[in-house]
């Protein structure tokens, strides 16, 4: 049972990682409506892998990891959906577009330069941030106006998990998979002091 849920697991994932560069070629190629529909199935599938994978313990790093670029993926295939479909809103909201891909960028990199790799730590605050940035870009492409109170609690949501996403990285001298948050590293950390 547990191979068999590891496959499923991973399998969707994998459909993941192949659905984002299929969305971007959906948007280059004008197939808006199918692009329209694939990309809620791909942030759903996102909520389902993770559940699946915590509910049948077939947790892995290299699902941690698949996990997380198959997330970054989604959202960067749907950020070209909103630059090709919806160019106005990316003007209007340019500061905190910028302020978001700035953080995203120095997270990024710090993981890179210290763990030599991307960050899978997949706090409470990732998984939140995650869901308002997947209704948010659901509905962006579903709807004739964007829900302006929904994005500006998306973008604070992840901004947060960013800046936490950074902190841990300057805290943890080692990479880590399923932080549940800087709280939790930072009572860990206490308890050992003791």
């Keep these: 049972m547990i191979k068999r849920s590891y496959y499923i697991v991973n399998g969707i994932t994998l459909y993941r990682l192949i659905a984002a560069p299929v969305l971007v070629v959906l948007i280059l190629t004008g197939n808006v409506g199918i692009f329209k529909w694939l ?12 559940y699946l994978a915590r509910k049948y313990k077939v947790i892995s790093v290299m699902g941690t990891k698949l996990d997380s670029l198959a997330d970054d993926l989604t959202v960067v295939a749907a950020i070209v959906g909103l630059f090709v479909l919806k160019p106005w809103f990316i003007r209007e909201e340019i500061t905190w577009i910028s302020i978001l891909f700035s953080l995203f960028l120095a997270q ?6 210290k763990y030599h ?3 899978g730590f997949h ?7 995650a869901l308002l940035q997947g209704i948010f ?4 492409f579903l709807l ?9 609690v ?9 800046i936490e996403e950074i902190i841990l990285i300057f805290i943890l ?3 880590e998979a399923d932080v549940k948050g800087l709280y939790w590293v930072l009572k860990r950390k206490n308890k050992r002091k003791k």
């Excluded at 829900?147 to 500006?152: C, E, H, R, V």
């Design 123 to 129: 706090t409470y605050s990732a998984k939140v941030s």
């Design 144 to 152: 004739p106006e964007p829900i302006y109170p929904l994005f500006y």
């Design 108 to 113: 990024t990199i710090l993981a890179l330069v």
């Design 137 to 140: 870009l659901i509905f962006i």
């Design 154 to 162: 998306a973008a604070i949501s992840t901004s947060i998990d960013l």
């Design 117 to 119: 790799k991307l960050s």
């Design 173 to 175: 001298p080692k990479w």
């Design 39 to 50: 990309l809620p199935v791909s942030f759903f599938t996102d909520m389902v892998d993770g």
